[in-house]
């Protein structure tokens, strides 16, 4: 049986611009049933323009982030540079889980000293690993 929605995930954002991915963590989490509203955007440069609207009932606020680094244009790290500018109550409420392909171990180093990610998992997103993070952050 799938847990029911968590009240603290209003929203969840996946960065992407692999659409086949985005189809796939977005089944996942729909049949965990965890979270109001999934918003997806496929390059970093989106997913800036996303987190600075105002209006939050079309564009409501992420409690969860989960965001690739290889992307075109902006990609997950320069992505993090200008996330680390929002407003500093932004960043209490969010969690930013760095989802990718790398098999660079630098990458997961330096994910690990970069105090704006909470995890580092490889794709595909499973329902272990939802209940992993849901767990950590969201109990």
């Known amino acids: ?7 603290e995930i ?14 796939l963590h ?7 049933r965890i979270a109001q509203d999934i918003r997806i955007v496929q390059t970093g440069e989106e997913a800036l323009e996303y987190l600075q609207q105002h209006d939050k009932t079309r564009f409501p606020e992420p409690n969860l982030i989960f965001l ?3 992307m075109p244009g902006i990609n997950g790290w320069e992505f993090l540079e200008e996330y680390k500018k929002l ?15 790398s098999p ?24 272990s690993c939802l209940e992993s993070i849901l767990s950590k952050h969201f109990s």
Do not use: G, W
């Open 87 to 101: 407003d500093f109550e932004f960043h209490e409420h969010v969690f930013v889980v760095m989802l990718s392909t």
């Open 26 to 32: 977005k089944m996942v989490i729909e049949k965990m």
């Open 10 to 23: 209003k929203c969840i954002l996946l960065v992407d611009d692999n659409q086949a991915d985005n189809y």
């Open 104 to 127: 660079n171990p630098e990458d997961r180093e330096k994910a690990q000293q970069n105090r704006y990610i909470a995890d580092f998992l490889n794709k595909p997103l499973t329902s």
């Open 1 to 7: 049986m799938a847990p029911s929605i968590h009240a």
């Open 68 to 70: 690739d680094i290889n």
